[in-house]
């Protein structure tokens, strides 16, 4: 991995930062400076100082501390529902690739279909269905991501389901899963982790999207959109309880992005030349 | 051609019974009664009983959904049982804020979108190209609804240009109803445009490499000449799929922008309906909403074909 | 807090800098956070219905005043019989319905035999269940017969489930309303705003405004900015929390009031460990109220020992029977058989004043043992589990209907409390009609209910109004629902 | 004074000296040709003097143009290319825009460079490369390889240009089509008087059309002078390899054993069908084919492109199914449904483009082994065996197993593809163009290795190639393909000595004569 990263400096810094937030996100699981939960109204709009780095929120929790658990809370949710976009839309791809005729028909149908109900209509029917909450929006932007990754899965098989190596894994008797799993995957892994990065940034947004009208991330579990709204009514008041979590998306959505950019960047010649191959003179 | 057309089309109908089917059987199993809700806190069981059976809601649930899209297909949603009005009539009204305003949208986008990736590509590596992509990532990163706030904040509370949000019929005053789009329709173009420059850049700079660029400047084009005669038609194929995908998140985006500006659209039509079981409007709403993103798509795939004449002859996939 | 100040002050500056636009002089816009499902009060519970309707397009026999007092309204005067089963009413004469049609006695006949029908859709129905008959002497007389006497029943006269409808236009009053009031209705453009008009015919005092329009706006933020912008007059009901940009501008004026809303911490005494006296009594000393109010309304809202509204005369201060003492807590946990307490969920409805005070409610709980699941839904879903299915722990909502400490006297009523004395002193109450003698027995049940902690009683839900400083003649208190128009007018 | 003069250019990516120092002439009205093989830096000489070089070249010597140097400026430097140099490209299927009628792309260059651009330039200028007018209405994708080309050609000529650059023209054709754009540039060249600088790796080709001759290694020229001298008598060690390599070894005839039939194809034909139901287009792809190959024949199918020989092939092999019609191995039948693994493990097929017939991200041990996924039996020191012994039998080091494809030469992997053919021990080998895609240096090694395999192991060859000079040397029988259907068969010698069918006989008459 070191030659990708020198050679890319975006990737690095890209990379670094997003890391480094996710890194901060997952140490609030074992510590934060305070817990979230304690609500100590008498300390609340405090700006930051000693005690409180970040100040504190309308209800007198540490800013500090809800950075840490809403950047976890944000990442989980985008992490999850791209993992379902991958999980389910993948394969979807590849078996529209590889078998093409009425399963290609399907799969674009399902794949229509699912951009068809925008991520926010599905979030507003599950929430009422099983209630607000994380599980709710993951599912909501997983099911946004299945189509996207169904594309790009389609997409880059496409290509290399013309290649002779593929005909002579068919030769040497391989059915078609094992050709998508031995051939295919490990040549459009490097487009589908760039293609995770940018979903992995939308779905970060979305999940804000999602907790400005409710349907996110519940009290008093937090995340950086739900912390977002709560301040939003507070703007003239303390602008600061909405700037920091607001800087907080923007900085990991730029990183994340950027991250995505490099490892396009970094990984597509090789990804490039071997695909094309080229005749001799 | 036509055979391209017409399996479209077919995939468009599939999708969209499938869809109606999806959207009916997910509000059947919503919990929550919407006639306890109509008749509030106090209400006997008796009176909420008789309202159910006014509203129909006791009929099995197959037969409620064939006459449920009979009906659709003859362009009768049905009555709303919170607000007592044809659910058509409804819909209209608030298909007359989210159309225009998300074409509004689009149209900004693609405005500022398009000539940015087209002026980064064209400069690539220079300082244009880094500080007008710079200018996209950030684009991209800043949510709407704070966008929104902030528009709000410089142009309505403070330089008083704008309203704030609300909206008068187009027939009322078309002029106030077209002032009412513009901080909206800006607060939902911004990451759309920034997502549009970055794909068109991506394009550009991948169709710069093609042979047929060296043939045009081999006939005596400069780069320049050459990427904008021959280039930017090529890098409009990417695009097109794109802009049928924005569209999708356009709809979705005037939800959350509806609730900033406070505007009677569809996205907030279903959302309250929702949160008041008035189940025949949310389904007829959100199969409008369905029904307009998939003929979109459609449209971009017929789009597709019209621009690239390889489409035209063979039945494309 | 300096920077933020500034910014305040800032913004309020441009908007001065920028001069008000001229408001028109006889024109309002009000801005208000729910838009009403439909427009007929007599036939949905909804509190955004008679915000906009009650007492501006429809009238009732009687009409409650700022103070909660009943005053006449269609019925000129009324005689009641000295066992106050009969009351007869004299109608005002030469009084039209907006759409031209006269009102008289068949009118009142026809509303509350609609109310009482079996398939009535009337959502305060148990309310008016003592009407036996409802009798046309004459044109401008009706006579109505009680089985039993209530001393609330002028009261309930005068609330927005009983404003009197026409037969004519009773259907279609969801969308079209039809009424006798001071404000007939022009149009409603759904998800953004409704418009009254100055009813020119009006029987009554004509009103100064001459056109009201309601703007739907539910975000704080958003509602910020258009009053800031003058894009809305003025509201009844602002957020708390966002009330320090208004409170030190000259442009606006702040009117904090109060309303029939008490807040409680609604507790399911049917089941386990609810049912246990001590627990209950453990959980009112774990409650701190102060600490609730200051974060949940922002100190906005009087702190409330029993279920009653303090601004009325027959309140009781019962805040000190269980004071803020998580050891005393502790204690009653232990003696009661939960040494280190036990978990509960909390299921919050969709609004700012429930889903703050949870979390915070949870907080303090906390500490005492009691570990709290907050669990948030949307209204339909809250009213289906907590009213019809009785499926909760805990739950935190303000009821903000008028005078409803009957509610204890109800055995199957949500919150399970089922205590003979208390009927029996409701049954008292309900039949007696003499003020002095239904505030002693009042008094009763606001007692036995406080010692009883059958809920934590938490606060008197505020009302703050956020108006353009040149209007007057707003309501400072909400003894009923509603933005009452009559008495607005620009000040010069 | 020469039209061309380049002194001493030297262009750099970066540190890496692609060009290092060359130094050409070429006068008004010559025909210079510049051979070398891939990577040897002759296309980018001739880019370098149409001011086309990709961003990131690094340029230092002097080229003059008709005595003056290149413009520095992009549009002068433009105007120069469109007016005074025309340019045909290698790949025909990409150099045209895709969504532009080839008519507007023609009338385009005229534009440019004459101001008028009437409408019967462009039919004259149709006309001049062969094309029918109706041709200028058609999209690119609507035409032939060969039919692009001369759309290519048409627009260098728009601009009535004094040299003509043609960067391998034709190495992407097949070989009727490659001798008819040949002769449309030499007529061409001839009836205006153009001077000519034709690149190619193709000694043939160069020696047919050029009066001067360059080669190119390594980014220098090694040798320079008429073509006759550099022919005939070449000076320079490695022009004398090149030459050698290009005349390919004929191969003893191979001795077979009558009577084995290895494979049996009766009435085979495959039919593509195009549009909806009623108006269905079918295309005959593969024609009613009978044939037989017996034990240890090297037996060669022949044809222009799009003659099915490929279909037919796919379907040899069992990866394709056939509309009707059966092949037999070894009395065993063969489709891609119900086919047994021994018998498909009896088969094995070897692409034409060695880049393209390996999985980027397998080591070539796995690659090579994959075939063994049809012979179960083998325990797996078996199989690795196996894959030792086929790698050494290519001629290659066992280290080579550890390494990944896109560290091995063409010619290398082309060796690792026939190990990975041979590692089942096949009796019928499929070769699909096995060398065309490689340097003319390599094609001897290749073909020698794939003789001395057939030799060792009794192994039956079916080659497809559209290279007569290569099928004479290496078939025992030659059998002549068109639309489908197998027209003629024979010894090659007789058949392109007496060829009896119109299209042996165009491909007789394509052959260009060989240098010396």
């Not at chain 2, 924005?246 to 959350?256: C, K, V, W």
């Amino acid at each position: 991995m070191i030659p990708l990263l020198r050679g890319h400096p975006r990737l690095l810094v890209g990379a670094g930062i997003s890391l480094l937030l996710a890194l901060a996100g997952l140490v609030s699981l074992v510590w934060t400076p305070y817990p979230i939960e304690q609500v100590v109204v008498a300390e609340r709009f405090l700006g930051s100082g000693p005690q409180h780095w970040l100040g504190t929120d309308h209800l007198g929790r540490d800013m500090l501390s809800l950075i840490m658990s809403g950047t976890l809370t944000s990442f989980l949710v985008a992490g999850l529902a791209a993992g379902i976009g991958i999980g389910i839309g993948v394969p979807m791809g590849l078996a529209a690739a590889l078998w093409g005729g009425w399963v290609e028909w399907l799969v674009l149908r399902v794949s229509d279909l699912t951009f068809a109900f925008p991520a926010v209509i599905v979030a507003i029917l599950i929430a009422t269905l099983v209630g607000p909450g994380e599980s709710n929006a993951i599912f909501a932007i997983g099911i946004f991501n299945i189509p996207v990754f169904a594309r790009v899965a389609r997409g880059g098989a496409l290509t290399l389901v013309g290649q002779d190596y593929v005909a002579a894994a068919r030769l040497a008797g391989r059915n078609r899963i094992a050709i998508a799993w031995l051939h295919l995957l490990p040549n459009i892994g490097s487009l589908i982790i760039v293609q995770g990065t940018i979903q992995l940034s939308l779905g970060i947004l979305a999940e804000a999207g999602l907790s400005y009208i409710g349907l996110g991330t519940q009290p008093p579990a937090t995340s950086l959109g739900l912390m977002l709204r709560d301040a939003q009514s507070l703007f003239l008041i303390h602008p600061w309880l909405s700037i920091v979590p607001g800087l907080a998306i923007v900085v990991i959505v730029i990183a994340l992005n950027m991250a995505g950019d490099g490892l396009r960047d970094a990984l597509d010649p090789r990804l490039r030349r071997q695909e094309l191959g080229h005749v001799a003179g | 051609m036509t055979l391209y057309i017409a399996r479209r089309f077919l995939g468009f109908l599939a999708t969209l019974l499938i869809a109606a089917a999806i959207i009916f059987v997910l509000l059947d199993l919503l919990p929550g009664d919407p006639a306890r809700f109509i008749l509030g806190i106090n209400a006997s069981d008796a009176s909420v009983a008789a309202l159910r059976t006014q509203m129909g809601l006791d009929a099995p649930a197959l037969s409620r959904f064939l006459s449920w899209v009979w009906g659709v297909a003859r362009g009768d949603f049905g009555l709303s049982s919170t607000q007592r009005a044809p659910v058509s009539e409804l819909i209209w009204e608030r298909m007359a804020v989210t159309l225009p305003l998300t074409l509004f949208a689009m149209v900004v986008s693609m405005l500022v979108g398009l000539p940015m990736g087209i002026i980064a590509a064209m400069r690539r590596g220079k300082a244009a190209d880094t500080t007008l992509m710079v200018m996209a990532q950030t684009g991209v990163a800043v949510p709407n609804f704070w966008f929104g706030m902030l528009l709000t904040l410089i142009f309505a509370v403070g330089l008083r240009w704008l309203p704030t949000g609300g909206f008068t019929p187009w027939d009322e005053d078309a002029g106030a109803a077209l002032r009412a789009m513009v901080l909206p329709g800006m607060a939902l173009a911004l990451p759309q445009a920034a997502i549009l420059a970055r794909v068109m850049r991506t394009a550009l700079v991948d169709v710069a490499e093609q042979d047929f660029i060296r043939t045009a400047r081999a006939k005596g084009l400069t780069r320049d000449q050459a990427l904008w005669r021959h280039g930017v038609r090529n890098a409009l194929l990417p695009v097109l799929t794109i802009l049928g995908l924005q569209f999708a998140f356009l709809i979705a985006g005037t939800i959350i922008v509806e609730n900033v500006f406070y505007l009677p659209g569809l996205g907030r039509l279903i959302f309250t309906a929702i949160s008041e079981r008035d189940l025949v409007l949310v389904r007829g709403a959100t199969l409008v909403l369905v029904v307009v993103v998939s003929a979109t798509m459609l449209l971009v795939d017929l789009g597709y074909a019209l621009v690239d004449p390889r489409l035209r002859r063979e039945s494309g996939r | 807090m300096t920077f933020s100040k500034s910014l305040a002050m800032g913004v309020a500056a441009l908007v001065l800098s920028a001069g008000t636009a001229l408001a028109q002089s006889t024109e309002i816009r009000i801005g208000v956070a729910l838009e009403p499902p439909a427009l007929d009060p007599t036939a949905g519970a909804a509190e955004a219905i008679d915000i906009v309707v009650y007492q501006n397009v429809f009238e009732g026999l009687t009409r409650i005043d700022q103070t909660g007092a009943v005053q006449p309204d269609l019925a000129e005067s009324w005689a009641v019989s000295d066992d106050g089963l009969t009351y007869t009413f004299k109608l005002h004469d030469g009084v039209t319905f907006h759409d031209g049609s006269t009102f008289d006695a068949d009118d009142v006949k026809f509303t509350f035999d609609r109310i009482l029908a079996d398939d009535s859709v009337n959502a305060q129905k148990a309310l008016y269940a003592p009407i036996s008959t409802v009798s046309v002497i004459d044109p401008l007389t009706v006579e109505m017969t009680l089985s039993r006497p209530d001393g609330l029943f002028l009261f309930n006269l005068g609330r927005g489930d009983a404003v009197i409808v026409a037969p004519e236009s009773a259907e279609t009053n969801a969308t079209q309303p039809i009424g006798t009031g001071p404000f007939a209705f022009v149009q409603w453009n759904r998800g953004s705003r409704v418009m009254l008009e100055r009813y020119e015919p009006y029987w009554g005092e004509k009103p100064a405004l001459t056109k009201a329009t309601y703007v739907f706006i539910s975000d704080t933020a958003t509602m910020t900015n258009a009053l800031l912008a003058g894009d809305i007059d003025g509201t009844n009901n602002f957020a708390a929390e966002a009330l320090p940009v208004f409170e030190n501008n000259p442009q606006f004026k702040v009117l904090v009031g109060s309303t029939e809303g008490e807040t409680i911490l609604a507790t399911n005494n049917k089941k386990s460990p609810f049912d246990n006296l001590k627990v209950r009594q453990a959980m009112a000393h774990a409650l701190n109220r102060q600490e609730i109010i200051d974060g949940a309304t922002y100190g906005y809202g009087v702190p409330i020992g029993t279920h009653f509204a303090p601004h009325h005369p027959y309140y009781l201060d019962l805040t000190d029977t269980y004071p803020f003492d998580p050891e005393a807590a502790k204690a009653l946990l232990a003696e009661a058989g939960y040494p280190d307490g036990f978990s509960a969920t909390l299921k919050l409805p969709p609004v700012a004043y429930a889903r703050l005070s949870g979390q915070i409610i949870a907080s303090e709980f906390a500490k005492v043992g009691i570990k709290l699941e907050l669990i948030n839904m949307e209204w339909a879903q809250w009213l289906e589990d907590v009213l019809t299915n009785k499926d909760f722990d805990l739950t935190i909502v303000s009821h903000v209907e008028p005078f409803d400490i009957g509610i204890y006297a109800d055995p199957n009523y949500y919150f399970g409390y089922d205590n003979p004395e208390v009927q029996a002193l409701n049954e008292q109450l309900n039949a007696t009609i003499d003020d002095a003698e239904r505030k002693t027995l009042a008094q009763k049940i606001e007692t036995i209910i406080a010692k009883d902690a059958v809920n934590g009683y938490l606060f008197e839900l505020a009302q703050t109004g956020v108006w353009n400083a040149k209007l007057e003649g707003m309501w400072q208190n909400a003894p009923i629902e509603g933005v009452v128009l009559r008495d607005i007018h620009w000040a010069e | 004074m020469s039209l061309v003069d380049i002194k001493d250019l030297r262009i750099s990516f970066g540190q890496v000296p692609a060009v290092d120092g060359v130094s050409l002439a070429i006068d008004h009205g010559d025909r210079f040709g510049l051979i070398g093989e891939s990577g040897s830096g002759k296309s980018l000489t001739a880019l370098a003097l149409a001011g086309l070089l990709p961003e990131g070249a690094r340029v230092d010597g002097q080229i003059l143009f008709d005595g003056q140097p290149l413009p520095a400026n992009e549009a002068a430097l433009a105007r120069l290319r469109g007016r005074r140099i025309g340019m045909v490209f290698q790949e025909p299927m990409t150099a045209l825009n895709p969504l532009m009628r080839v008519g507007d792309q023609i009338e385009e260059s005229v534009a440019l460079t004459r101001g008028d651009a009437s409408a019967g330039a462009i039919v004259q200028l149709l006309q001049e490369v062969g094309l029918d007018p109706s041709h200028g209405r058609r999209y690119p994708h609507q035409l032939s390889g060969g039919q692009r080309q001369r759309v290519m050609i048409a627009i260098a000529l728009a601009g009535e240009p004094d040299l003509m650059i043609a960067d391998e023209p034709t190495s992407a054709l097949d070989v009727i089509t490659q001798r008819t754009v040949i002769d449309l540039i030499d007529t061409v060249c001839a009836r205006r008087g153009m001077t000519l600088l034709f690149i190619s790796h193709d000694i043939k080709v160069v020696a047919a059309l050029c009066d001067h001759i360059a080669v190119m290694q390594q980014g220098t020229i090694v040798e320079k002078g008429t073509t006759e001298a550099v022919l005939n008598s070449p000076r320079d060690g490695y022009t004398r390899a090149l030459l050698a390599a290009s005349k390919i070894p004929r191969r003893r005839a191979a001795v077979i054993t009558a009577g084995a039939s290895v494979l049996d194809v009766e009435n085979l034909s495959r039919v593509y069908r195009h549009g909806m139901w009623g108006r269905s287009v079918k295309l005959r792809a593969v024609d009613d084919v009978s044939f037989s190959l017996s034990k240890g024949e090297c037996v060669a199918l022949v044809g222009p492109s799009g003659c099915g020989k490929t279909t037919l092939a796919r379907m040899l092999v069992g990866l394709d199914a056939p509309s009707s019609g059966t092949v037999t191995l070894d009395g065993e039948p063969v489709s891609p449904a119900k086919m047994r693994p021994i018998t498909r493990a009896k088969m094995s097929l070897v692409f034409q483009d060695p880049f393209s017939s390996f999985d980027p991200r397998m080591t070539v041990e796995r690659s090579v082994a994959e075939p063994l996924h049809l012979l179960r039996a083998l325990s797996a020191t078996e199989k690795a065996a196996r894959v030792r012994e086929a790698v050494e039998a290519v001629g290659l080091d066992v280290a080579v197993l550890e390494r990944y494809p896109h560290e091995f030469s063409g010619g290398q992997r082309q060796r690792l593809a026939i190990a990975r053919a041979l590692v089942t021990r096949p009796s019928l080998v499929v070769l699909d163009e096995p060398v065309s895609a490689l340097d003319v240096s390599i094609r001897g090694e290749v073909l020698a290795l794939l003789a001395g395999l057939q030799e060792e192991y009794h192994l039956t060859y079916l080659l497809i190639s559209h290279d007569l000079d290569l099928v004479a040397a290496v078939a025992d029988r030659a059998m002549v393909m068109e639309a489908g259907r197998i027209v003629e068969s024979g010894r090659p010698d007789d058949l392109f000595a007496r060829p009896r069918h119109p299209m042996t006989r165009a491909l007789a008459d394509a052959r260009l004569p060989n240098p010396a």
